[in-house]
């Protein structure tokens, strides 16, 4: 007996080593050839997806499909996560009193917690753009995978070290809809790589020159009309879609008390870039929506509350009337020596914002009669429509675009134009039919929709609200407000942003502490972003941080536009002090946040080196951003190869770089590859 109960041990072992052992290897997922014969196949019948609809249980006109995940198609860290795709569909009309014809189907992927995934809280990250699909967050940033070459015309994923999933559940929401996999009616068309355009309906594949460049496939309608157009828009539909997923999945709501001591996890909202204006404006309107639920407006029998608990800003576009200055000012003169336009240009620019009818002007003037005839930023107001575009236009050519002529990237100043700031592997992958079939998707994956990007330019959005005294409001309301920004980026550099933070704590709809003495700025200093490894207890600084309560500003280090991406360990160490809560974001330790403030200089001023630019990767489904004119007309003519989606002269200088290149993913890879085939021979000896 006691023999047996050492083999049933020890098989429990091996059976639990070999499943995650299974999901954390790479599955090779083969790619269809570049030829017209293997083209994508449109998705013509709902039903084929396999998907399970269900009604929402407070609303019978919201619909919910769902799918769960196959573990080969993202790899977690621990075989138990579970992961769901799908859609929450809302008819034509939902969103009334504001005109809406059209359906929305917004396409979501959740993932749970590593630990605990039933009291753990949850996590809705949001890309930007407008347009922006949420993928990016979850493949390059953020998520619980990335995407990764196995080996020549095979993508395949693996988990990600410092995924948020560490300390969160996750949802990644593509939205408005027609971004990412999200959708309003469903076209057959084709897809011109080369000039990102649309056909419908599909048109004749090229059999030669332009070979691949030209895919047939199932898309969202490319309707500017068919979306949403303004951020207040934007944030009535999420908030429907979450009443939807909440109410679909409840065990994974935490705003649900706790049976034990009546505590809940809480809700955290986290966006990017223009989510700087997503962020403060979906919070504010689930507050209120929460508030009508308790004063009666709203039926508490079929909405729920969102119970927010801090929101979080990576590199946020916040308040442009605040931030424009800081263009000019940051590309001359930034921490990493780089004058990326002249002492002369960054003067023209300056007087440029304050003259008669300059950019300064122009958007007090958009904001001033948005707020008198379309105060619910319903965009469909004329008058406020033309002073608005006139406002984005005028600050974007005299105060913006002057840094273009350095052809460095917008997103991180240390590089070229063309450089990316991660791999774009997921591109590929996430058009790849298998995979799809797996996430039971409707369409081909959209990274950027210009059909969104259209319809929030010709209403002027960029321009028309200041979010500063929404997050003065979420401070009143006991919501923490953290604002994180890379110090190479330009596009929402943290010099502006640090202005914003100061703005936010004088904003009037603050509470009086961080108004008081000018709390933020003056008592507030800045003290070291501490992360310590808890195994080998070595340190360092990976930032600055500024803060006051619930208000923070942190500067990372050595980071552009998408933080996670540059500065992984530092991003999600942040991220689980904030959603935490009762924590000095600086060192992680608890603290009363009713009375705390960092210690430390006024300023940051910490100077970089800047990195040597990165080798450029042209990606065929990002032609516009990663590939030179001389790879554009390669890919014209028909001359190089694709593989997994990248251009190369010819085999051998894939096989050089793949060679050269190796990266510490895949060395770990082939460690665990190792590891198992080890594992194996023991275990073979042991039971045989």
Not at 306 to 319: A, K, Y
Not at 639 to 649: C, D, E
Request: with cysteine; glycine share 8%.
């Amino acid at each position: 007996m006691h023999v047996i109960l050492i083999t049933t041990i020890q098989m429990a072992r091996w059976r639990e080593f070999l499943i995650w052992a299974l999901a954390t290897l790479p599955v090779c997922t083969a790619l269809p050839s570049r030829s017209a014969e293997s083209q994508f196949r449109p998705i013509t019948d709902n039903n084929d997806a396999g998907l399970t609809t269900i009604r929402s249980p407070i609303n019978e006109n919201v619909t919910i499909s769902y799918k769960t995940l196959p573990t080969w198609a993202c790899v977690t860290s621990s075989s138990h996560q579970k992961q769901y795709t799908g859609y929450v569909h809302l008819p034509p009309e939902a969103l009334s009193p504001i005109r809406q014809s059209y359906p929305i189907n917004t396409f979501f992927w959740f993932v749970e917690a590593r630990q605990n995934a039933d009291t753990a809280p949850l996590t809705i990250y949001l890309n930007g753009g407008p347009g922006a699909s949420s993928m990016t967050g979850l493949f390059q940033e953020v998520g619980p995978c990335e995407a990764v070459e196995i080996s020549r015309d095979c993508i395949g994923t693996r988990a990600r070290e410092w995924g948020w999933d560490r300390a969160s559940n996750l949802l990644f929401i593509d939205q408005p809809v027609q971004t990412g996999f999200s959708y309003d009616s469903l076209r057959n068309g084709s897809l011109d790589l080369l000039s990102s355009s649309y056909t419908f309906p599909p048109s004749p594949v090229p059999s030669r020159h332009g070979e691949g460049l030209v895919l047939n496939g199932t898309f969202s309608s490319c309707n500017a009309d068919a979306t949403a157009n303004t951020t207040a828009i934007a944030s009535r539909t999420v908030w429907h879609m979450l009443q939807g997923f909440l109410s679909a999945f409840p065990q994974y709501n935490p705003s649900k008390a706790n049976e034990e001591d009546g505590s809940a996890a809480g809700i955290h909202l986290f966006t990017e870039s223009y989510g700087g204006k997503y962020g403060p404006a979906f919070a504010e309107h689930w507050l209120a929506q929460n508030e009508a639920r308790r004063n009666g407006k709203l039926p508490k029998e079929t909405t729920l509350e969102i119970n927010l608990q801090s929101v979080g800003i990576l590199q946020g576009c916040i308040d442009d009337l605040i931030q424009e200055p800081f263009y000019p000012i940051f590309a001359y003169n930034n921490t990493y020596g780089i004058q990326a336009i002249s002492r002369a240009e960054m003067d023209a620019s300056l007087a440029a914002f304050e003259k008669k009818d300059g950019c300064e002007e122009r958007i007090t003037a958009c904001r001033s009669k948005a707020l008198s005839l379309d105060p619910a930023g319903n965009g469909d107001v004329d008058a406020v429509i033309a002073l608005c575009l006139a406002a984005m236009y005028t600050c974007y050519n005299d105060i913006f675009s002057p840094f273009h002529k350095s052809n460095r990237s917008e997103y991180d100043i240390s590089q070229s134009r063309l450089s990316s700031f991660s791999p774009l592997t997921h591109l590929t992958y996430l058009n790849i039919a298998r995979v799809q079939e797996a996430l039971g998707v409707q369409v081909n994956y959209t990274d950027y929709s210009k059909a969104v990007q259209s319809a929030f330019i010709s209403t002027g959005d960029y321009m028309r609200t200041s979010y500063v005294p929404h997050l003065g409001s979420l401070l009143a309301s006991g919501v923490r407000v953290a604002l994180i920004h890379g110090d190479r980026d330009y596009v929402c550099n943290w010099m502006g942003g640090e202005a914003v933070s100061v703005a936010i704590a004088s904003s009037p709809n603050a509470p009086a502490p961080y108004r008081e003495k000018n709390a933020f700025s003056d008592i507030a200093g800045y003290a070291p972003l501490t992360i310590t490894n808890g195994a080998s207890g070595s340190s360092y600084v990976g930032g600055t941080v500024r803060q006051l309560g619930n208000l923070s500003f942190t500067r990372v280090y050595d980071a552009g536009h998408f933080v996670p991406a540059a500065q992984p360990e530092t991003a999600f160490t942040l991220f689980s002090r904030i959603i935490a809560g009762g924590r000095d974001l600086g060192s992680g330790d608890e603290v009363d946040l009713s009375t705390f403030h960092t210690m430390g200089s006024r300023n940051s001023t910490k100077t970089n080196v800047a990195p040597p630019m990165a080798e450029t990767i042209c990606y065929v489904r990002a032609v516009e951003a990663t590939c030179s004119m001389e790879q554009k007309q390669m890919l014209k003519e028909g001359r190089g190869v694709v593989i997994n989606g990248v251009l190369y002269k010819d085999q051998d200088e894939w096989a050089c770089r793949r060679g050269n290149n190796a990266s510490k993913g895949e060395q770990r890879m082939r460690g665990l590859s190792m590891s198992m085939a080890s594992f194996m021979q023991r275990a073979r000896r042991l039971f045989a």
